[in-house]
């Protein structure tokens, strides 16, 4: 017997045909929240807008409402030993703890969100619904992220 075929050893034989489930798994998942934010108004400039100016709930809502959900979310994850796709444990690792980077992460990306009206979690949903604008906050995202990883070293974390 080779270890391939001894019981315990190598319970799942890699495919390719699991890579590529896990791809469109991501896909459809990817897709569904981005219904979901076009739907619920997530990615409208002028909700987003009446959240700034105090003149109403409902972005409000939707944040507490993904913030108690991540929580619920990672709580579970933790509890249930949940594994990927590929069979990996997930993990949730602890954040550094210190001020500085969550006060320029912060101002980083509310400066941003301000500039664009858009928060970037809709950027490719709100591209997918015709806003041609929003190529220019995508190029500027990844100009961003670029950026970030020219800079990291000499960033404070």
């Keep these: 017997m080779t270890p391939s075929t001894l019981p315990g050893v ?19 998942a990817g897709l569904y929240f981005g219904v979901v934010l076009v739907k619920s108004e997530a990615a409208s400039w002028y909700r987003i807008q009446e959240m700034f100016r105090f003149e109403s709930i409902h972005m409000y809502g939707l944040i507490g409402s993904a ?4 929580m619920l979310t990672t709580a579970l994850l933790r509890r249930l030993g949940a594994r990927s796709l590929g069979g990996q444990v997930i993990t949730v690792t602890a954040k550094e ?13 509310g400066l941003g969100w301000g500039l664009a009206g858009v928060c970037p979690g809709p ?6 619904s015709g806003v041609w604008a929003m190529l220019v906050v995508l190029v500027a995202a990844l100009a961003g992220t670029w950026l970030y990883g020219v800079l990291r070293d ?4």
Excluded: E, M, N, Q
């Design 97 to 109: 703890r210190g001020w500085r980077r969550y006060v320029f992460g912060g101002l980083t990306f």
């Design 154 to 157: 000499h960033l404070p974390h």
């Design 123 to 128: 950027i490719l949903s709100l591209l997918g």
């Design 67 to 70: 913030v108690v959900t991540g």
């Design 10 to 28: 190598h319970d799942r034989a890699p495919t390719a045909a699991r890579p590529a489930l896990g791809l469109v798994v991501y896909l459809l």
